[in-house]
């Protein structure tokens, strides 16, 4: 997946270690909604949190939001406005730990704690203006304590915010409709509640008549996001449509680029995890009773694990869509009949495929599960490698060299000296990833299209049967019911 221009400006920024004197590095929590030690990592000016419902995602935000005092006159959070002990609830021997580094000083590690009735640890807490964007935003307005009244016609605005101009076309760009003008209006009910109103078309209407996803926009947006300062939000997707989902988070990189912001949202959407580069998405998986952060998950990965619309007898997880292709074509060509009993899975970078594969030598899987690593990767627990000792993309490509790309003109309808042209022209760029790129250019073919045809032949006449076996031999035990 290529990302968008402002996404790609963001994370060039941050690799050049420019700009963000402020950052929370980690949190680690313990004692909380079934956390017992694990740390997550904030790799990126943004991160993206996913997992099933109950995971923790919440719990991540509430502990970030705790590692600093507010600046300014913001409100401070404090442990139990977001852990309360409760009849049901007994906290004890809670704790949240967290890192945080300011300009060019060390980090420094920070800890919360709950001793016997009371929460220690925050007064020592560094400043920082933290906003945390809750759940409360997705309310509609007549569901909200306070505001039915509100909603009279004898009611009159006495005063109002008018958002600038940048907010007006932050608003107009994210929800694809132009709007002239926008503001936060008091009325003469109650001067501590503010509505949204909106102007398009020479149309004035209130948060009362907005569509869900334009009152979540406008109240998103309703924050000033001053410099260096951190953004927590939660379920980022709600009320919003797929193309408006993924212009919000071009949004906020542009707006994390130019402020230095760092911002940690959770989402169950594939829009936004395709937005973002794989150190940007950590999953958490909660197994056997214990969770596991993962970062550098693909979206197909993240997506498969929240999802039960398939029925698969066995996953299998590859890197990337390249190695999801080879796959496939090794069992069709050696073992069809396998081909619709499985799953394939992409999970992104090789670390992810390394922690899958400690959860398979630990037998923590539900259903049978099996890890497949690029040929170039160090054996690693619980996982097998791909054949050919190298990237899917040199293994195929060589081996079809070496046998003078026979049959590739009858699979792809190109004459075969335009193929030898093709494939040797790509084998002689730097990055392996480009080669199939430039070679389905020249032959005016799809990317993926070409791929699977070059896998096919390959798998056909170029993979023997000990290295196919050492595929498929696994994966017929994994398949056969154990007694």
Excluded at 61 to 75: P, T
Excluded at 98 to 124: L, N
Aim: proline share 4%.
């Amino acid at each position: 997946m290529i990302q968008s221009k402002s996404v790609r400006l963001l994370f060039t920024k941050w690799a050049s270690n420019t700009g963000w004197p402020q950052r929370l590095e980690w949190v680690e929590i313990d004692g909380l909604r079934g956390w017992t030690g694990q740390r997550v990592d904030f790799r990126s000016p943004i991160v993206a949190l996913c997992g099933e419902n109950g995971s923790g995602k919440s719990t991540i935000l509430q502990s970030a939001a705790l590692a600093y005092f507010q600046h300014g006159d913001q409100r401070d959070w404090f442990p139990s406005d977001f852990f309360p002990g409760t009849v049901w609830d007994k906290l004890e021997s809670a704790k949240i730990r967290y890192s945080v580094r300011q300009g060019e000083s060390p980090a420094v590690t920070g800890e919360i704690r709950k001793a016997s009735d009371r929460w220690v640890g925050t007064a020592d807490r560094h400043k920082r203006i933290v906003q945390y964007i809750d759940m409360a935003r997705l309310q509609p307005l007549t569901a909200r304590t306070g505001y039915f009244r509100i909603a009279k016609p004898h009611v009159k605005e006495i005063s109002a915010s008018s958002f600038n101009e940048e907010r007006v076309s932050r608003i107009s760009e994210i929800m694809g409709r132009r709007y002239s003008d926008g503001k936060f209006a008091i009325t003469s009910a109650d001067p501590q509640r503010r509505v949204s109103v909106l102007s398009s078309d020479g149309n004035e209407f209130s948060g009362f008549h907005q569509g869900a996803g334009e009152l979540t926009i406008s109240e998103l947006l309703q924050f000033e996001q001053p410099k260096n300062s951190l953004l927590l939000i939660d379920e980022i997707e709600t009320s919003l449509h797929p193309r408006a989902q993924r212009r919000l988070i071009r949004d906020l990189a542009n707006l994390c680029r130019e402020r230095d912001l760092q911002i940690i949202l959770t989402t169950h959407s594939p829009y936004v995890l395709e937005e973002l580069p794989p150190e940007a998405r950590s999953y958490i998986l909660t197994s056997g009773g214990k969770k596991i952060i993962m970062s550098g998950v693909s979206p197909e990965f993240a997506m498969t694990k929240m999802d039960d619309e398939a029925h698969p007898e066995c996953d299998l997880y590859v890197e990337d869509d390249r190695a999801k292709i080879l796959l496939r074509e090794i069992l069709s060509v050696h073992a069809k009949d396998i081909v619709s009993r499985i799953q394939i899975i992409a999970f992104g970078a090789a670390g992810v495929g390394k922690s899958l594969g400690q959860m398979v030598h630990q037998k923590r899987f539900t259903r049978p599960t099996l890890v497949f690593l690029d040929g170039d990767q160090p054996v690693a627990e619980g996982t097998i490698l791909l054949p050919g000792s190298d990237a899917p993309e040199r293994v195929v490509f060589e081996g079809l060299k070496i046998k003078r790309w026979e049959l590739l003109d009858m699979r792809t309808g190109r004459d075969m000296s335009s193929i030898i042209d093709a494939g040797s022209r790509a084998m002689t760029i730097s990055d392996h990833h480009e080669w199939v790129t430039s070679a389905a250019k020249t032959l005016s073919v799809g990317s993926d299209v070409l791929w699977q045809t070059f896998c096919a032949a390959w798998a056909s006449e170029c993979l023997s049967k000990l290295e196919s076996d050492k595929i498929i031999l696994p994966i017929l035990e994994a398949l056969t019911p154990k007694s």
